[in-house]
């Protein structure tokens, strides 16, 4: 998520109450995650597991619980509670806004956009042109949808990344202020459920078909003309090539890639990342002829 404007380290640290290292008016662009974070923005990171993994990323600013080492061209936030630290520029940044009206009056509709009774369009909502939206779709704040996108019944643009901490005697959640990107001549189904980016955007590219009842993890990308069966789930920060066919019930585990032209076939778990051009069944899924194979050999062993 980018800032408004261009803030300086010394004013993030007020913001949050902490400490810094850096020069007082080291620019401070916006936060983000570190799989997805640039040049001029925060990341927070709270293990000893991952410091350098975040020390070395493309953050400039990096929000840590331990006195490190500077790098050169780098700033760092000294906190006790980085993830509480976090969300606390995520709250000042982009605060909950109460809704007034089904259609928010910050809300941009493109011409010949149609709306059906009981939609909720929130607020910074941008839709194009030509769209259907049908009774009872909700559409959180900050959301794009492009141009003729048909969305159905009871589908649900927005909702918050599953994303917890576990603390001591309760799970603390990640803020969520990120965004779902919806691109030109997609259909959603109905009942579906798209999870906001944390910081950046879920997106769905263009032409991509979601039949009913599915559900998409936050910060996912979903390639252009992919056709994703009815009840399939699919974990967050996944990245879905062009072409790809997900057949119903298919599920995946978070931040795995599934390459271009892959079809998966009904029910299947995946738990890796998959190349492209390639059918794959079962749990966890492997190619679909190597699975036939193996279950042809375990009837053999009955005989």
Not at 215 to 224: A, K, L, M, S
């Amino acid at each position: 998520m980018r800032f408004p404007k261009t803030y300086t380290v010394e004013q993030i640290a007020e913001i949050i109450g902490c400490t810094f290292v850096g020069a007082p008016n080291f620019p401070v662009l916006g936060m983000n995650e570190i799989h997805v974070v640039q040049q001029g923005e925060i990341v927070f990171v709270d293990h000893p597991k991952y410091y350098d993994k975040a020390l070395n990323s493309n953050a400039t600013i990096i929000l840590i619980n331990k006195d490190v080492a500077c790098p050169e061209g780098k700033a760092l936030l000294i906190s006790d509670d980085p993830f509480r630290d976090f969300n606390k520029l995520s709250v000042y940044f982009r605060p909950f806004q109460a809704a007034h009206q089904n259609i928010a009056e910050t809300a941009q509709i493109g011409e010949g956009t149609i709306i059906q009774p009981n939609a909720f369009v929130g607020n910074h909502v941008k839709i194009g042109k030509n769209c259907i939206i049908h009774a009872n779709v909700v559409i959180n704040d900050h959301i794009t949808i492009g141009d003729n996108v048909i969305i159905h019944a009871g589908t649900v643009l927005g909702a918050d990344a599953f994303y917890f901490k576990k603390r001591a005697e309760y799970f603390d959640p990640l803020v969520s202020c990120g965004s779902v990107v919806i691109e030109n001549d997609v259909t959603l189904g109905a009942l579906c459920t798209i999870d906001r980016g944390v910081t950046g955007d879920t997106t769905i590219k263009k032409g991509t078909k979601i039949d009913n009842q599915v559900h998409i993890g936050h910060d996912t990308v979903i390639g252009e003309m992919c056709l994703i069966a009815a009840q399939c789930g699919i974990a967050g920060c996944v990245v879905i090539e062009d072409h790809v066919t997900l057949w119903g019930q298919a599920g995946t585990t978070s931040g795995i890639t599934i390459g271009k032209g892959a079809v998966i076939s009904a029910k299947a778990g995946v738990s890796k990342s998959l190349k492209g051009d390639a059918v794959y069944f079962g749990v966890p899924a492997e190619d679909a002829r190597e699975y036939y194979k193996h279950v042809a050999k375990i009837k053999n062993l009955v005989k």
